[in-house]
């Protein structure tokens, strides 16, 4: 089975940094991913780690232990329109299925 | 074309009506899968068709049939559902089943079962 944990909520000031976290018990695993979904539509992919360590990517960087099964996003120079859900998600070994943490809700204010 | 479309963006529907949700692609992704997401809940994986054959079924309940007509659409046919089967349904794609790859998600169709 899969159990992946996130924050329920997060707030945060725009310029700022952010780090959401999230941890994950899986069954197998063959990378973890991270999504943004604004209210109302459709998960956009920001990032992806299969190997341990960092993957940057503009304002949006991953990180992944294997052996702690832990991941982080994190959010550079904040902008008002990062205010939105981040869903961390598991490929399984079986390549098909995507499980997704509970997502975390991100405000951002002025 | 990076799209992944589905069709009707919103759908209210009676508990003895039968319709059916469209998506499709055209990027070539050979593994198309149905979620199924509540408010203020991640997406639940329901589906997956890997070469358009169903390869996994979540255990779902068959007054959810899915159907895959060749490697570009996916359907999602709905009968006799109950009003606690009103959710957002996502459809997925992915470049192959066997690859470290991200799946591309549509805008959804917003349903409402009444």
């Known amino acids: 089975g899969q159990n992946i944990d996130q924050p329920t909520e997060m707030t945060a000031t725009e310029g700022a940094i952010v780090q959401i976290n999230c941890t994950y018990q899986?069954?197998?695993?063959?990378?973890l991913f991270w999504y943004q979904q604004h209210a109302g539509e459709a998960p956009t992919f920001l990032s992806y780690n299969v190997l341990d360590g960092l993957e940057e990517k503009g304002r949006f960087s991953s990180f992944l232990s294997r052996s702690k099964g832990y991941s982080y996003l994190l959010l550079k120079e904040l902008q008002m329109k990062d205010s939105a859900s981040y869903l961390c998600?598991?490929?399984?070994?079986?390549?098909?299925?995507?499980?997704f943490g509970s997502g975390t809700k991100l405000n951002v204010k002025p | 074309d990076t799209e992944v479309t589905q069709t009707p963006k919103h759908l209210v529907m009676g508990m003895t009506n039968k319709k059916s949700l469209k998506c499709e692609q055209h990027m070539g992704h050979r593994a198309m899968y149905w979620y199924k997401q509540k408010a203020k809940k991640p997406p639940e994986l329901m589906f997956v068709y890997s070469y358009e054959k169903l390869s996994i079924n979540e255990s779902v309940p068959s007054r959810f049939s899915p159907e895959c007509p060749n490697s570009s659409l996916l359907n999602l046919h709905l009968h006799a559902l109950q009003p606690e089967d009103s959710a957002l349904y996502l459809c997925a794609s992915s470049p192959r089943t066997n690859t470290n790859t991200e799946a591309f998600f549509g805008q959804g169709t917003r349903l409402t079962v009444v």
């Open positions: 998600a598991v490929r399984d070994f079986n390549f098909n299925k995507f499980y």
């Open positions: 899986t069954s197998g695993f063959n990378g």
